[in-house]
Nanobody, 129 residues
Framework: VQLQASGGGLVQAEGSLRLSCAASGRTFSSYAMGWFRQAPGKEREFVAAITWIGATSYYADSVKGRFTISRDNAKNTVYLQMNSLKPEDMAIYYC???????????????????????WGQGTQVTVSS
């Protein structure tokens, strides 16, 4: 599976961006998908995830109410709609895919980088104050 993230750019604080992550392969609908970000000098951190069924999404507390993850299985694409952006949201954003199809797991599972099998190359989000 190859993941291609796009949609990053420069935006003013309180602005919006929509990131996209296009996946290759015919089994996209069976992957849970996640978004992570990494700011300079910091570790990569969880942002949001959506289950392979697509029925449930999870968010980091820092983005709840501002970011929305969604997926379009027909287009093999997962999205991250980011509203009310803050300077602290500035980072490289990565999408990731988990092919294990776990059941009865929660946000603690999806927050772990090690659970994801495939990673995209990242897209830069810059927020000016």
């Amino acid at each position: 599976v190859q993941l291609q993230a796009s949609g990053g750019g420069l935006v003013q604080a309180e602005g919006s961006l929509r990131l996209s992550c296009a996946a290759s392969g015919r089994t996209f609908s069976s992957y849970a998908m996640g978004w992570f970000r990494q700011a300079p000098g910091k570790e990569r951190e969880f942002v949001a995830a959506i289950t392979w069924i697509g029925a449930t999404s999870y968010y980091a507390d820092s983005v709840k109410g501002r970011f929305t993850i969604s997926r379009d299985n027909a287009k093999n694409t997962v999205y991250l709609q980011m509203n009310s952006l803050k300077p602290e949201d500035m980072a490289i954003y990565y999408c990731a895919a988990d092919e294990s199809r776990p059941l009865y797991v929660g946000v603690g599972y999806y927050r772990r980088l090690s659970e994801y099998d495939y990673w995209g190359q990242g897209t830069q989000v810059t927020v000016s104050s």
